[in-house]
């Protein structure tokens, strides 16, 4: 099979325009709908997001319930099919998936498939960094012009508190998380041993994946999954919050005294306990 899972669909490709892809999906489905948005959340979006959503989307190899194709400034950077979409995507398979929590995984065609829930997911390798694979998009489903979440924190999560136990903040993190999943860590990072991974905690009006590393069982680093299209809305936000940064160049930005940064060269948002930052301070930046 070709490692184009989205050519299925009538033969579009990821990154194809929002005017491409509406012309070949219109095609071969019996409804649509188009969402736009001037004012986005999606991660991927710099200046604007669109969701074309579809219903009875006909392929060669089955009929998919519904879909919705997620352009990110004219870009197609995410689908996400619902209703006999797991049997359409594997009839024809011969290689095995890979397995990431229940997700089954072809890496390769950047196809993502939850058995049980009978959805699969495509996305550009951008998106898969940002987990958008544990995302299910709020315009797919009915009355979606309403379920989209209209929440819009634009201030760190107080509940990530540097120096709080992990068994305080476990059932903190999970209640502010769609799910959470424990992984114990290969020892490379000499400041920690566990990281809780957090998925779907709300930063900027959009879930995210949250990593929060704990070292002697005391929290001490999070990372959070970002995207290059919303520098400049993390970048506003951390000012507002913290103030203008205080050291900058070609890959990160640093505030609050060296314990809140912006990576810039894979898009993330780093936490660090008072100890950590000054260290990153001395040691990697040389100040």
């Given amino acids: 099979m070709c490692a184009q899972s989205e050519i299925i669909f009538n033969g579009i490709h990821l990154e194809d325009s929002l005017e491409e892809v509406i012309q070949k999906i219109r095609e071969i489905s019996d409804g649509s709908n188009l969402i736009s ?29 519904s879909a919705v194709f997620t352009f990110a400034d ?24 890979r397995t990431y929590m229940d997700y089954e995984v072809y890496l390769k065609d950047k196809l993502f498939l939850k058995k049980e829930r009978d959805i699969a997911w495509i996305m550009t390798e951008e998106a898969m960094h940002t987990n958008l694979f544990t995302w299910e998009n709020p315009y797919l489903k009915s009355d979606c012009e309403t379920n989209a979440k209209s929440s819009h924190s634009f201030e760190i999560p107080v509940f990530l508190k540097m120096g709080a136990s992990m068994n305080d903040l476990k059932p903190i993190l999970e ?3 769609d799910f959470i999943s424990i992984e114990e860590l290969d020892g490379s990072d000499p400041n920690a041993q566990l990281q809780i991974n957090c998925f779907g905690v709300d ?29 400049d809305r993390i970048r506003k936000a951390l000012t507002k919050q913290y103030g203008k940064p205080i050291f900058v160049n070609d890959n990160w930005e640093i505030f609050n005294n060296w314990q809140v940064a912006i990576r810039k060269d894979k898009p993330e948002i780093l936490l660090m306990e008072e100890k950590i930052g000054r260290d990153y301070k001395t040691s990697y930046f040389k100040q």
């Fill in 203 to 231: 930063y900027l009006g959009f879930p995210r994946k949250i990593e929060a590393r704990f070292g002697n069982s005391k929290l001490n680093v999070v990372w959070i999954l970002t995207a290059k299209g919303e520098e």
């Fill in 37 to 65: 948005v001037d004012n986005p959340t999606f991660p991927l979006a710099k200046v604007k997001e669109d969701h074309f959503v579809c219903t009875k989307v006909k392929t060669e190899k089955g009929l998919i319930e």
């Fill in 74 to 97: 004219n870009k197609l950077t995410y689908i996400e099919a619902r209703g006999n979409s797991y049997n359409t995507f594997i009839s024809k398979r011969k290689d095995t998936a």
């Fill in 175 to 177: 209640s502010n998380s």
